[in-house]
């Protein structure tokens, strides 16, 4: 069946330091990527997403791009700070053949980041 | 627009018992998946509805069961709590299922 893997945490770095989270994934049909982060007593926020092969997602510094050849959607940032220190979950959701919904959600294990000042 | 609302936050039960957990999505959104989410298997989702109608459904026991009401708010039931069932039980919206879908914070789970 489709899986996640993620970089098992956690990760410590400095403020201003590149963060790197890998992820790889296992799918049968077409995935949608998606990275989430969950901070502490909160629920999952939606990082960034790529649809297709080649796709790159970014949001607030953060990139991934899907690489179909290497099925890799690793999480990169240039300069993190100490606000994102959090838990970081890469996911897909695939659609298979039958276009089916994006309604389940794939989930790694998540990466916890802590940043230090 | 107001976010994914998940009540209540934090719920204690004891072995046997069966618990009730609500969901209401964001406004127009009809598709509403549960996760649940533990320290040992991590996130795992449990069901999805749209329109009233479970369109998926995950690898739980039929103890787990949910329903969707004609305005989109969605109820999980488990029944016969277990310790294990202690977890961190998350639900999400999204327009149409084919979205990125939006979390609520949880709800707190714990069986005694």
């Known amino acids: 069946g489709d899986s996640v893997t993620q970089m098992e945490g956690p990760v410590t770095l400095s403020e201003e330091a590149f963060l790197t989270i890998n992820c790889t994934y296992t799918?049968?049909?077409?995935?949608?990527l998606f990275w989430y982060v969950q901070y502490p007593g909160e629920g999952l926020q939606l990082l960034l997403k790529?649809?297709?092969?080649?796709d790159k997602g970014s949001n607030k510094g953060f990139e991934a791009t899907y690489r179909k050849e290497t099925t890799s959607f690793h999480l990169e940032k240039g300069s993190v700070q100490v606000s994102d220190s959090a838990v970081y979950f890469c996911?897909?959701?695939?659609?298979?053949?039958?276009?089916?919904?994006?309604?389940?959600?794939?989930f790694g294990k998540g990466t916890k980041l802590s940043v230090k000042p | 627009k107001a976010g994914v609302t998940q009540t209540p936050r934090y719920l204690i039960k004891t072995r046997g018992q069966q618990v009730t957990l609500s969901c209401s999505p964001i406004?127009?959104?009809?598709?509403v998946s549960w996760y649940q989410q533990t320290p040992g298997q991590g996130l795992q989702f449990l069901f999805e509805?749209?329109?009233?109608?479970?369109?998926n459904k995950g690898n739980f026991p039929g103890r787990f069961s949910g329903r969707q009401f004609s305005n989109s708010r969605s109820e999980m039931n488990v029944s016969t709590l277990e310790l294990g069932d202690s977890a961190l039980y998350l639900c999400?919206?999204?327009?149409?299922?084919?979205?990125?879908?939006?979390f609520g914070d949880g709800t707190r789970l714990s069986i005694l």
């Open positions: 406004s127009g959104h009809r598709s």
């Open positions: 799918a049968t049909g077409y995935p949608s």
């Open positions: 999400a919206s999204s327009d149409t299922g084919n979205q990125p879908q939006h």
């Open positions: 509805y749209f329109s009233e109608t479970q369109r």
């Open positions: 790529a649809t297709k092969a080649d």
């Open positions: 996911a897909l959701s695939d659609r298979g053949n039958y276009g089916g919904s994006q309604g389940n959600l794939i």
